[in-house]
């Protein structure tokens, strides 16, 4: 990568990042020190946690759509300037319906596909999978760095301070966005970046696509469900949220053992298999923690619980990406993180509606139920094959766009192609057989003479 590509994937790595915290950070401590309002209930932090999700699956796929009309930095300046107005709403609320509508403000800023397009538009073709590596490993980064860093704010400025803190970084975002991220050098073929209501309607109809967005919905139901139990199981053992980091710190890094050793068997097993063993690991450790009595019991099956999750959280996208056809990656992604914010949301309403009536454990056995559901749902899943993605650009000077057409479909390795005149671009969907630079001498071969 140049200078260029490299300063665009940290700043905005940095940028998205903010966005995960400010769903994860509240989420190790809120159903705890909500406690505080006066119109405290469990239903209330339930919305006040999922609400945030709520916003971002509704606008995830608008917000990118924008982007592409109005500019990258312009839709990720007014995401950023609305989650933090949410912050300072959500940080000065005096009542659980404030803290709602902070949240819910929050969740406006969906600026992923905005961010993921300006980092396609400002990285050239063959770096373009690096950049998005790094974003990738920073959002990976702040689950575990909001799981720390959430308990400990909210130890020294309580509640209101994770929301000012976020609504502070926010605005130095903004900062980074005008005088740090490079600008818009180019305009990258969108389809595998932006979504399309046309790609969306059609991918609807896909089964297999179907299967991993309902997943990643029950996964992140199945986390942010198990968020509202753990903080007041962990109280309830003597464990105040103050130093709940302390568990959570162990517990993390001992999950990351956990999560190499399924990514080691990537090369051994299926990844359909590797999916089932991941759910059944979730589901060991909601059963297991329901059943126990003291903290070392809770940390190992939380152990159990984030190896599951880890796994499930990292390769899910990658699984997506694989199954879109061709040019269809972008519409694909924004569907697939629609579905995963709304898991939060529903999780978050799940939660808040059953410990008005259950405890912690029972609620935990609930979720055993659901992933048992969600088993079902992915028994029948095709395996997924590992496919490279490419765009051949200038085929506008090419004379005999079907005849290209059939000439690529014909090469070794070409599993899907989408051939888009708008965009002068054919978007190749193939094995490691497929030769690029054969595909790119057939473009200029075939331009009128």
């Known amino acids: 990568m140049n200078a260029t590509e490299l300063r665009a994937a940290l700043s905005l790595a940095f940028i998205y990042v903010l966005r995960m915290l400010g769903l994860f950070m509240v989420m190790p401590v809120l159903a705890i020190l909500a406690q505080n309002y006066p119109d405290y209930s469990v239903l209330m932090v339930g919305i006040a946690i999922g609400g945030y999700g709520l916003t971002q699956a509704l606008l995830q796929i608008p917000m990118g759509m924008l982007s592409d009309k109005f500019g990258r930095k312009p839709i990720i300046v007014v995401g950023l300037l609305m989650f933090s107005l949410g912050s300072l709403i ?28 300006l980092a396609a538009d400002v990285s050239r073709e063959n770096q373009r999978p690096k950049v998005m590596a790094i974003i990738g490993i920073a959002i990976g980064f702040s689950f575990y760095l909001a799981l720390m860093i959430g308990p400990m704010i909210s130890n020294v400025w309580g509640l209101s301070g994770i929301f000012f803190v976020t609504a502070v970084l926010a605005l130095l975002c903004i900062l980074i966005v005008g005088f740090v991220v490079p600008s818009q050098q180019n305009s990258a073929p969108s389809g595998d970046t932006l979504p399309t209501w046309k790609d969306v309607a059609k991918l609807f109809g896909d089964q297999q696509i179907q299967k991993m967005n309902l ?174 993605r490419y765009t051949l650009s200038g085929v506008s000077g090419a004379g005999d766009l079907e005849v290209l057409k059939q000439q690529l479909l014909a090469m070794p390795g070409v599993v899907d192609l989408a051939l888009v005149t708008h965009e002068d671009s054919v978007y190749v969907k193939a094995t490691a057989e497929f030769n690029l630079r054969q595909a790119q001498q057939l473009v200029l071969n075939t331009a009128p003479q």
């Not at 959500?90 to 397009?117: C, K, S």
């Not at 694989?322 to 519409?331: D, L, Q, T, V, W």
């Not at 993180?337 to 939660?351: C, R």
């Open 215 to 388: 997943s990643v919905c029950l996964l992140h139901m199945m986390i942010t469900l198990f968020f509202m139990q753990l903080p007041v199981m962990l109280q309830q053992m003597g464990l105040l949220v103050e130093v709940q980091w302390k568990l959570y710190l162990p517990v993390l890094l001992t999950s990351i053992l956990g999560l190499t050793v399924l990514m080691g068997l990537n090369r051994k097993v299926s990844q359909k298999v590797l999916m089932l063993v991941s759910i059944f690991l979730l589901m060991i450790a909601c059963a297991g923690l329901s059943l126990s009595s003291s903290l070392y019991t809770v940390a190992a099956f939380a152990v159990i619980f984030f190896s599951g999750f880890n796994y499930l959280e990292a390769n899910l996208p990658a699984w997506v990406s694989s199954i879109a056809p061709a040019g269809k990656k972008g519409s694909a992604m924004g569907m697939y993180a629609s579905f995963q914010f709304f898991g939060a949301f529903l999780g978050g309403m799940l939660a808040g509606v059953l410990n008005q009536y259950f405890s912690p454990s029972e609620v935990l056995m609930f979720a055993v139920g659901i992933l048992l559901v969600w088993t079902a749902i992915v028994y029948n899943l095709k395996s997924v094959s590992k496919y490279r």
């Open 90 to 117: 959500a940080g000065f609320a005096d009542n659980m319906w404030m803290l709602v509508l902070g949240r819910i403000l929050q969740g406006t800023g969906a600026i992923a596909g905005a961010i993921m397009a």
